[in-house]
């Protein structure tokens, strides 16, 4: 098994561009989840899912879309990126829904914004 | 509202010296507690979950204990491959994950 899958892993780009980082689990995982982590604070939920075609907000939403088609896949689309989502970004995927069970975390997108 | 700490926010230990790390949290309808190991470049790795208060895990030279507003992550005998910053993360009555900002240990030779 893979486990969780981000791509890429770095990327840059200029103020006001979109972009769609990428997630998959092979674990038949329903929850799925966004976090961002900028230094000196925790990991911060921006969106997640409990399963197929049911998302919902986290902590910190704004500027950030999600949608699960599938049970694998799981993007989060920057809409018009701000130097404010500048980040690494990790996704997370978890066998129970609500996340009260292991979270499995991929390897992390290093997002830049100019 | 939900709020976690952590303490110390850096330690630095010799191999061999034994010292624990502080979780207080603030969380209403707790669902959970969660250790996680993070490395640096990489995502969290998990570790343990305690779900009531008294529960003890033991993992290799880490163990974690939980009381109902804190919960603790002793290191017995660190070597240098222990060092990496461990995240605190209580379950929120929603289900989601509330993480404090981590410790980062170092585990000098």
């Known amino acids: 098994n893979a486990g969780v899958t981000q791509t890429p892993k770095f990327q840059v780009l200029k103020t006001g561009q979109s972009m769609t980082l990428q997630c998959a689990q092979d674990?038949?995982?329903?929850?799925m989840s966004w976090y961002r982590q900028d230094p000196g604070m925790g990991l911060r939920l921006i969106h997640y899912?409990?399963?197929?075609?049911?998302?919902d907000q986290g902590e910190v939403p704004n500027g950030y879309n999600v949608s699960r088609s599938t049970t694998e896949d799981f993007p989060l689309r920057l809409l018009s990126a701000a130097p404010s989502q500048t980040s690494v970004y990790f996704c997370?995927?978890?066998?129970?829904?609500?996340?009260?069970?292991?979270?499995?975390f991929g390897p992390g997108t290093r997002l830049t914004v100019l | 509202e939900d709020q976690v700490t952590q303490s110390p926010e850096a330690l630095r230990l010799q191999e061999g010296e034994s010292s624990s790390l502080n979780c207080s949290y603030t969380?209403?309808?707790?669902?959970?507690l969660f250790w996680y190991r993070q490395d640096p470049g990489k995502g969290p790795e998990f570790l343990f979950t305690l779900y009531s208060a008294g529960e003890e895990k033991e993992k290799e030279r880490l163990k974690a204990t939980l009381t109902k507003k804190e919960s603790f992550l002793h290191i017995t005998a660190p070597k240098p491959e222990d060092s990496a910053t461990y995240l605190c993360?209580?379950?929120?009555?929603?289900?989601?994950?509330?993480f404090g900002k981590g410790t980062k240990l170092s585990v000098k030779p």
């Open positions: 997370a995927s978890s066998y129970l829904a609500g996340a009260v069970g292991e979270q499995f």
């Open positions: 993360a209580p379950g929120g009555s929603q289900g989601n994950l509330i």
């Open positions: 969380v209403s309808g707790l669902r959970g």
């Open positions: 674990m038949n995982h329903e929850y």
């Open positions: 899912s409990v399963g197929a075609g049911i998302t």
